[in-house]
């Protein structure tokens, strides 16, 4: 991308004429819009699982399984080993690629079961608890499981396709249905360690039904291995170190503090990542297929990354943010008093998903253009940025940690941002202003907010259903302060929200004939 001469025509019209001219533009942001909404559904069900089982257990077995699962993300990554953006991005011999990385990440998988349960001593020594140490041996089980799945995954979202979407919230609910029985007959860690594997069994039948397919063993070979591996490699490396800055995150805090307070970082965590990742998440499901096949079209390549920052943040920087004025009453009011410290550290954590929503955007491009070596890059300042500031911040206990993470996430994503600046050739304000209506009327959102729940309605001092209202009341009213912001600095940013939920219910157009792909 880089080194080319870009088409005439000035960089205004590129940022404007970027409306979908195809049908792939209308299965993309249709795709994209049916996972916004599944990602809304993933989000109620996620925050009601929470709530219930933040009621059956004390934050403390939270902390116990966080620290037994500290490692689940290391290994299945090295399972994963970049095979499934490899065969997502793979633009021929798909059948051997596919069969072969499934060879590869089942090989991988058990491997790397044997080396996790070996290590298991070691989590539990570290963090003083031979119930951890336990716990994360039986997990090591999960991870061949988990690698089953991957190229029927690659393979589902090839096809841009809405399906594999349906699959969190399906594995959401059979988590809890799981956990809510074990928990209230006090099995403590061993409730959610039996729901992680109930869990994992329900996402495997999922994934194998949607996907329609069966490896073929015979097409597997070590030269498609290489090949593969060749693009995978940095992906690897580079989700090797964001998955490591995560586990660090968590290393920390349960060192630092106790698995109580470990046990709160992580609720809070979960509770406002889990906010925005999905739709962050469901629209780079649709991203990396989707601008691997413009990518040849320099000046539509890059309309389509702005576009697609354009609108993601549109969706997650209020969500994210909302966080600042509403994360204490938000804990006071569902989670309860002994959760009550979660709420500080939510409003300290406010700023992941902002950063998350630049840097998923770079990354799906970086991926679709070839610049894979930009990602460890990009993810090095994952695993050390967020560790970093936290170790300064740690005098200002749990709520300094949340903001450590924060701030570290904002370094990676501005890295980020100044990454696709050179890769398409575009001035970095060019790429941050199409953010600005987003952070505009999500700053006058957080204000409307505040003034709210502190001089108007004090929903963290009721309780009960008027509570519940209170704060639902004051969420509707920063969400009428956002959208008339937005219709104020940009309308277009209105209009353009509009028209992408309108290819939620558009027919798609019919499509040319194309070969079958698995």
């Known amino acids: 991308m880089g080194g080319r001469t870009r088409p005439s025509g000035s960089r205004s019209a590129l940022v404007q004429d970027d409306k979908p001219r195809s049908a792939l533009a209308e299965n993309v942001v249709r795709t994209g819009t049916v996972g916004t909404a599944l990602a809304l559904v993933t989000q109620v069900l996620s925050f009601a699982t929470f709530i219930v ?46 069969s072969t990385a499934f060879v590869a990440n089942i090989v991988g998988g058990f491997a790397l079961c044997l080396a996790a349960a070996i290590a298991s001593p070691i989590i539990g020594f570290f963090f003083g608890s031979r119930l951890v140490g336990l716990a994360a041996a039986v997990l090591a089980g999960t991870i061949p499981l988990n690698a089953t799945c991957i190229v029927p995954s690659a393979l589902i979202r090839r096809r841009v396709s809405a399906r594999l979407l349906f699959v969190p919230p399906i594995t959401v609910i059979a988590n809890a249905v799981a956990a809510v029985p074990l928990l209230a007959a006090g099995l403590g860690v061993w409730a959610l360690v039996i729901a992680m594997y109930v869990a994992t069994a329900i996402r495997i ?41 995560f586990a660090g995150i968590t290393a920390f805090v349960g060192r630092a503090f106790n698995t109580t307070i470990l046990g709160q970082f992580r609720y809070a965590q979960r509770l406002v990542v889990q906010s925005t990742s999905s739709i962050t998440l469901s629209s780079a499901f649709v991203l990396l297929p989707a601008f691997t096949r413009i990518v040849r079209d320099e000046r539509r390549f890059a309309a389509g990354v702005l576009r697609s920052l354009r609108i993601l943040s549109l969706l997650v920087f209020p969500i994210s943010l909302a966080f600042i004025p509403l994360g204490r009453p938000i804990a006071e009011i569902f989670l309860g008093e002994e959760w009550s410290g979660a709420g500080p550290i939510m409003m300290g954590l406010a700023g992941v998903g902002v950063s998350l929503c630049f840097s998923s955007v770079c990354a799906e491009a970086f991926k679709a253009c070839g610049r894979t070596d930009l990602l460890p890059r990009l993810h090095a300042i994952t695993a050390t940025a967020p560790v970093a500031l936290m170790f300064v911040l740690l005098p200002a206990g749990p709520v300094g940690m949340g903001l450590g993470v924060s701030a570290g996430l904002c370094l990676e994503s501005l890295y980020a941002v100044r990454a696709l600046s050179r890769v398409l050739q575009i001035p970095l304000l060019t790429i941050l202003r199409q953010t600005q209506p987003a952070f505009v009327g999500s700053l006058v959102m957080v204000s409307a907010l505040f003034a709210l729940e502190t001089h108007v309605f004090h929903a963290a001092s009721a309780s009960g259903i008027k509570a519940v209202m209170l704060l639902a009341l004051e969420g509707a009213l920063g969400t009428v302060a956002y959208l008339l912001t937005l219709a104020v600095v940009s309308g277009t940013s209105l209009i353009e929200l509009r028209r992408t939920l309108g290819y939620l219910v558009r027919r798609p157009r019919a499509q040319a004939p194309s070969t079958q792909e698995p």
């Open 205 to 245: 039948l999922v994934v194998w039904t949607l996907a329609a397919w069966r490896p073929e063993f015979r097409l597997a070979s070590w030269e498609m291995w290489r090949s593969l591996s060749h693009y995978g490699r940095p992906v690897m490396v580079s989700l090797f170190l964001r998955e490591a800055g």
């Open 53 to 98: 089982l933040a009621h059956y257990a004390p934050p403390s077995t939270f902390g116990d399984f966080a620290a037994a699962s500290v490692l689940l993300g290391l290994s299945g990554l090295f399972t994963e080993a970049g095979m499934h953006a490899a065969v997502v991005q793979r633009q021929d011999q798909v059948e051997e690629a596919a």
